[in-house]
Structure formats: structure tokens, C-alpha cells
């Protein structure tokens, strides 16, 4: 985010009570959506529970290939998004068909 700051870098990020973000300077489009989609992840007085759904598919709406292969459908910038996503949450759900046929590493192996 410090690299989205507009003008002077040294502008300080606050969460409220309520869990609203705020900057003591003006910040760019992109950096603004960025907080927008992480800081209720961050905020560490939660009211209430939040949920996160991820799902990876191809264009014509698949979740693999035509062989069932299903690594890396959506691509390498969407699996470290992933990893960024477990990072921040407190439990990760996935299927058991998941389970038994993939055996993922539900890690966050790629962001920390």
C-alpha cells in the first residue's frame, strides 16, 4: 500500500471499532480496493463471523481440465492470491472428494 500513497509516504492506515479503514492521506484507486477487500480480514474487533468463498474455474465454467487435472486452472498469480486468503483466515473448508483424490497442502507455503 505504502507504494500507492499519494505524495508523502509516511501515511498511517487506522481500523475504527467498527472496522472501517481509514488513511491520513489521500491514497490511489488500486491501493483503496486493496484495503477495501483485506481489512475486515484484519479487523481485530470482529462483531461478526465472516466468510470467504474461493473458487477457481476455467472460462467456460470447469474446475479442471479435460484429463482432471486441476492444478493450476486459474494460474499462478490466483494460487498465491489463495495462499494470501489462508493466510488470513482461521480455518479452511474444502470438499472430500478434494481431499481424497488431490491430497491438498492447505499451506500458505507461497507468502510467508
Same mark, same amino acid.
Given at each position: /500500500?505504502? =507504494?500507492?500513497?499519494?505524495g508523502n !509516504?509516511?501515511?498511517?492506515?487506522? !481500523?475504527?471499532? *467498527? ?8 491514497l490511489?484507486? #488500486? #491501493?483503496?480496493?486493496? @484495503?477495501?477487500?483485506? /481489512?475486515?480480514? @484484519? ?8 466468510? /470467504?468463498?474461493?473458487? %477457481? ?9 479435460? *484429463?482432471?487435472?486441476? =492444478?493450476? /486452472? ?18 479452511? @473448508?474444502? %470438499? ?13 507455503? @507461497?507468502?510467508?
Amino acid at each position: /500500500v505504502r =507504494h500507492h500513497l499519494v505524495g508523502n !509516504i509516511s501515511g498511517a492506515i487506522t !481500523i475504527d471499532s *467498527s472496522g472501517f479503514w481509514h488513511c491520513s492521506q489521500a491514497l490511489t484507486d #488500486a #491501493a483503496t480496493q486493496l @484495503l477495501d477487500l483485506y /481489512v475486515p480480514l @484484519l479487523a481485530k474487533n470482529k462483531t461478526s463471523r465472516l466468510v /470467504v468463498a474461493h473458487l %477457481g474455474q476455467t472460462l467456460d465454467g470447469f474446475i479442471s481440465t479435460t *484429463s482432471g487435472a486441476s =492444478h493450476y /486452472v486459474t494460474g499462478p498469480e490466483n494460487i498465491i492470491h489463495l495462499h494470501r486468503m489462508r493466510a488470513l483466515s482461521d480455518s479452511v @473448508l474444502v %470438499g472430500a472428494n478434494t481431499v481424497c483424490i488431490d491430497d491438498p497442502k492447505l499451506t500458505t507455503r @507461497l507468502v510467508t
